[in-house]
């Protein structure tokens, strides 16, 4: 056990607070050199950034850098679902991504080290500022707005929530400026990776994503995001260069898979044939054409998703396309997805209140709108005892003595036979 650590047990014993330990800051000397990086001359201090190139066919996942350059701003936009981002170059998207004091945010929380990606005629650009000191905040954020300034559109992972609140903050506490970040044209990948692999990976966490989809393994140079706070509190009492290279390659690795993913992203919602598609991709892009009015590749895409062979995806996928087919006039079409819902949920009344609803009203058949309704009323035994279910039941009780007088009008015995 260190002294301090010690010191601290035993005033916590006397229920006393410890005093508070200043870190002990590294003079700029001891860590110039070693990081190979140069100091930035700004009106309000010197800055500290390293910057290397990488080539274009720089291969990082399936592909190459240059391959994200391929699609064009008018779908990162309708991906993003931001129409601003139509106007943006491919050419002059920013890639962002922090390392930081603190995972929860707070205005106590420094971005220590900022990583910003950009093509150049050159290859792929990546600068990272690094705070050698806390002192010099001011001035790295003035560095920074060198690349802010001239990005079309910023490319981020969960950036909307975290990285560019944390920046906006610090320039408005370090420079005493609002920079608007948050309304600058931003594809935050978070969202779209959610979307199309939430329900196939454990998590959507960007080392998970790069695992799966980029097929991305780091190298033992890489840190736990987690401990990465800790490391630069680590350096600043003593100076430890090591920790922080692997604070570097960390966050170098994230800004190239912002490429990699995004890449990704963009290529399963442009993918013209959806069998190409893993199921919970199709699913994902038939939703989104469906939610952007294409009628042609949402059903295509719905269509491959209820090919699957994985149960819940299936089933979810049954649902959406129903759902799509009735609300464009197509229930007829529908009818066959219906019976299979019921069958593969048997406990789930909906599908097949949405078959007497059809039999009733579309089909003027009320034997089998009332045998559909009867299979309502046994899937509804199923749910727990409660005012859903009273309410449900409910409403099902008033359309099957609607329908059982509606026979009674009719001559002949019910035909209590499922739909073919």
Not at 353 to 382: C, G, I, N, P
Request: glycine share 8%; proline share 5%.
């Amino acid at each position: 056990m260190s002294p301090e650590t010690d010191l601290r047990r035993r005033l916590r014993r006397l229920n006393r607070r410890p005093p508070s330990v200043a870190p002990t800051v590294i003079p700029r000397e001891a860590s110039a050199g070693t990081l190979d990086g140069e100091e930035i001359a700004t009106p309000v201090g010197t800055a500290y950034r390293m910057q290397r190139s990488f080539p274009l066919d720089h291969q990082h996942g399936p592909g190459r850098l240059s391959d994200l350059l391929v699609y064009d701003s008018v779908l990162v936009s309708e991906v993003a679902r931001q129409p601003a981002l139509a106007q943006a170059s491919m050419e002059g998207l920013l890639f962002l991504d922090t390392e930081t004091t603190g995972l929860a945010g707070g205005a106590g929380t420094l971005a220590f080290l900022v990583g910003v990606g950009t093509f150049t005629a050159e290859g792929f650009r990546l600068r990272q500022y690094f705070l050698r000191d806390p002192a010099d905040e001011a001035a790295m954020l003035h560095a920074l707005l060198e690349d802010l300034d001239l990005a079309s559109g910023l490319v981020t992972f969960n950036g909307q929530a975290f990285d560019l609140p944390l920046l906006e903050s610090r320039y408005i506490i370090g420079l005493r400026q609002r920079r608007g970040l948050l309304t600058v044209p931003h594809l935050d990948l978070l969202h779209p990776s959610r979307r199309l692999w939430s329900r196939a990976l454990p998590d959507c966490a960007m080392g998970t994503i790069e695992q799966h989809v980029l097929h991305l393994h780091r190298s033992e140079d890489d840190i736990p995001g987690a401990l990465i706070p800790a490391l630069y509190l680590e350096y600043l009492r003593t100076g430890a260069i090591g920790g922080m290279q692997r604070v570097i390659y960390h966050n170098t690795m994230d800004v190239l898979s912002l490429v990699g993913v995004a890449t990704q992203v963009l290529g399963r919602h442009s993918q013209a044939d959806p069998a190409q598609l893993t199921a919970s991709e199709a699913l994902a892009v038939g939703r989104w054409h469906q939610r952007a009015g294409r009628v042609d590749p949402a059903e295509h895409a719905l269509r491959s998703a209820v090919d699957s062979s994985e149960g819940d995806l299936r089933l979810e996928a049954l649902r959406r396309l129903t759902e799509y087919l009735k609300r464009g006039g197509r229930a007829a079409e529908a009818l066959s997805a219906w019976a299979e819902w019921h069958d593969r949920a048997p406990a789930d009344p909906t599908p097949c209140l949405e078959l007497a609803k059809y039999f009733e009203w579309d089909a003027r058949d009320v034997d089998q709108a009332l045998y559909w309704s009867e299979e309502a009323q046994v899937a509804l035994t199923h749910w727990p005892a409660d005012w859903r279910r009273d309410e449900v039941a409910a409403r099902l009780a008033h359309r099957l003595e609607r329908l059982r007088a509606k026979r009674s009008t009719l001559s002949g015995e019910p035909r209590r036979a499922a739909l073919a």
